[in-house]
């Protein structure tokens, strides 16, 4: 598995109360869709959480994330995270709260 099951699981618990989610493999990780459109997933050596073009900066001041760069170029309004900063329930809270409201506002595919 290229992924960390119970980095999986804390996302899955935190997302337990949130309507239309849905869970995709892809990129050898496991992403979490919110009405169709991706909302966070993890990866070997962390997660990732789409927070939007107006959240970035907010989301990378939170300790343990920077810019994914998934193929070596940049992913606008994407965060890419550490282990750590995934089992820190307040830094995952954060980067999730960003997410939520971004992916939420995006119409359901």
């Excluded at 598995?1 to 119970?6: F, I, Q, R």
């Excluded at 309004?77 to 939520?100: H, Y």
């Amino acid at each position: 598995m290229a992924y960390d099951e119970g980095l999986a699981d804390l996302l899955r618990d935190a997302l337990t109360e949130t309507g239309g989610i849905t869970e995709k493999k892809m990129f050898g990780g496991l992403c979490f869709m919110m009405d169709g459109n991706m909302l966070c997933g993890v990866h070997k050596g962390g997660g990732m959480f789409r927070v939007g073009k107006d959240n970035i900066a907010q989301a990378l001041a939170v300790e343990g994330a920077q810019p994914m760069a998934f193929t070596g170029r940049v992913m606008s309004g994407f965060v890419d995270v550490s282990d750590e900063a995934l089992v820190d329930d307040q830094r995952r809270e954060v980067l999730m709260g960003l997410a939520k409201s971004f992916v939420g506002a995006l119409p359901a595919k």
